[in-house]
């Protein structure tokens, strides 16, 4: 089931999707605004990166280094996943 999100989410279904997929918050609010907006036309075919569940933990850990998010040296395959799509909040 999706959520309501802030007013500032213009296609609920494609954000939900793309989080799912592992994109940050901030970048599936921007697919999902664009696509909403009829004077841009962004690609429907999107990254190829793959999901960060897919990754292994040294990967995780290698954009969690990249991204300097605190605490990584201690955290689960799950927590850095968690904490690689809030950073961006």
Sequence with gaps: MSKKHTTSIKKNDTYEALRADGASKSKAAAIAN???????????????????????????????????????????????????RDESV
Excluded: F, H, V
């Design 34 to 84: 664009a696509q909403a907006n009829d004077t841009m036309s962004p690609s429907e075919k999107g990254g190829k990166a793959p999901r960060y569940e897919a990754r292994t933990k040294d990967d995780l850990m290698a954009l969690a280094r990249d991204r300097d998010i605190s605490g990584r040296s201690t955290m689960t395959k799950e927590e850095l996943i968690r904490a690689l």
